[in-house]
């Protein structure tokens, strides 16, 4: 039984070592991507790239968190989410879910909070630097939210709600060329 769990815990381990050459790979990919839906399953496999956290721990109290986000009351998600930003203060994706959390809750300054913690950790997370751009295009920081969007689209040229957020925002406040 222990050389099982010691064996999990190394292929995890080592799985996580070996994102970021991965991950490398995968944003030359999404740079050389055609379209949208080219782009679409190398945006996913870097999503499961991220959620790599390498703990047992931080995926189960991750799944309980996800799982009582649909709950009316999100007090045990909050709790939840808490405790894996203390357990596991560098995972960036444990600060988004929490921002995910604190936005459906009405939080949003704690969630713009958490997402540039997350964006902090994973200068890449290009999800996290879109969700942040549109929180600070909402409350009226266009040239930060503009700034974000295209640091997003560097990495991934199709993300949809960055390309969207950058055509709007770079009209607004740059103009329009003649």
Do not use: C
Request: aromatic share 6%; net charge neutral; no cysteine.
């Amino acid at each position: 039984m222990r050389k099982a769990w010691l064996a999990a815990f190394v292929l995890l381990s080592s799985a996580a070592l070996a994102a970021p050459g991965e991950q490398d790979k995968l944003f030359a990919q999404l740079k050389q991507a055609a379209s949208p839906e080219d782009a679409k399953p190398i945006e996913q496999k870097l999503d499961a790239l991220f959620r790599v956290s390498g703990s047992p721990t931080v995926d189960l109290l991750m799944t309980r968190a996800k799982a009582a986000l649909a709950a009316p009351d999100k007090s045990i998600s909050r709790k939840l989410l808490d405790s894996v930003t203390k357990v596991a203060p560098n995972y960036a994706e444990g600060w988004r879910a929490r921002a995910a959390m604190q936005a459906a809750s009405g939080d949003d300054s704690g969630a713009m909070v958490s997402l540039q913690k997350a964006v902090d950790l994973n200068p890449r997370h290009f999800e996290a630097m879109s969700d942040l751009a549109s929180m600070l295009e909402d409350y009226g920081d266009k040239p930060a939210a503009l700034k974000l969007y295209r640091r997003a689209l560097e990495l991934d040229p199709h993300l949809a709600d960055a390309v969207r957020g950058e055509k709007k925002l770079a009209k607004e406040l740059e103009g329009q060329g003649i």
